[in-house]
């Protein structure tokens, strides 16, 4: 929708969205794989989570698209029923296994994230893997 001019916000803004480049993604599976101190469940974010509003408006000025028509709560629920909870619910994590490991994000930001992701030139995903199998 955002390619099309017709992109906004998700329901109030307001709730927290954790997100990850699904390189990063991929580097940090490599990454607890490699690493005998990490056992069990992990979180795999990056670690600057953003607001709705702020992932929206990031999102289209990467696609330099206006964010016109922002999504209410009601709407949502009308057109996807519980799985809007997904979007509405505030989520913030931080990846603290991996932060405290050491793992370094080669996407720490959402605009580094979707400037590869939609941008011309993205990074190649068996590139990422070999730099990272190679640490």
Do not use: C
Not at 83 to 100: E, I, K
């Amino acid at each position: 929708m955002y390619r099309n001019g017709f992109g906004g916000t998700l329901g109030p803004g307001g709730q927290w969205f954790s997100w990850i480049h699904i390189n990063d993604a991929v580097r940090l599976i490599l990454h607890a794989l490699n690493q005998e101190t990490i056992t069990g469940p992990f979180i795999s974010a990056s670690p600057n989570p953003v607001t709705s509003r702020e992932f929206a408006k990031v999102f289209a000025h990467t696609l330099q698209r206006p964010r016109l028509f922002p999504m209410s709560r009601g709407m949502m629920k009308l057109a996807w029923g519980e799985r809007a909870d997904l979007f509405l619910d505030s989520h913030r994590t931080v990846p603290q296994v991996a932060l405290s490991t050491g793992f370094q994000f080669r996407f720490p930001t959402l605009s580094e994230a979707l400037s590869d992701l939609l941008g011309p030139h993205p990074i190649p995903i068996a590139q990422l893997m070999q730099e990272a199998s190679s640490k």
